[in-house]
């Protein structure tokens, strides 16, 4: 069973950062990929970024130029850099580890709060 864990969502204010870290229990390269997507009431789970096995980068068009997700190989972990936060970043943040063959294992969320 794939455990996939996220962490260092909080309070902060608008126009600040925060850094949310993944780990998962396996090493990150047996997934096609790992990304970050976010959710609020009412609404559907959006992407936010995701980064493939080889590398390779993609965000939604909401977050691009403020957002950067990054990997650590050797900590199986993978993070999302958030700077210039807005109000409208607030939502439960979740990550998701894409298994090539069983599919996408998630978290269990992190908050993330943004005051104006």
């Known amino acids: 069973q794939v455990q996939v864990v996220e962490s260092g969502g909080g309070l902060v204010q608008a126009g600040g950062s925060l850094r949310l870290s993944c780990a998962v229990s396996?090493?990150?390269?047996?997934?096609?990929?790992i990304g970050w997507y976010r959710q609020t009431p009412g609404k559907s789970r959006e992407l936010v970024a995701i980064?493939?096995?080889?590398?390779?980068?993609t965000y939604g068009e909401s977050v691009q130029g403020r957002f950067t997700i990054s990997r650590d190989n050797a900590k199986n972990t993978v993070y999302l850099q958030m700077n210039s936060l807005k109000a409208e970043d607030a939502a439960v943040y979740y990550c998701?580890?894409?298994?090539?063959?069983?599919?996408?294992?998630w978290g269990q969320g992190t908050q993330v709060t943004v005051s104006s």
């Open positions: 998701n580890a894409y298994d090539w063959h069983r599919g996408p294992y």
């Open positions: 396996r090493s990150i390269f047996s997934f096609k990929d």
């Open positions: 980064i493939t096995s080889t590398g390779s980068a």
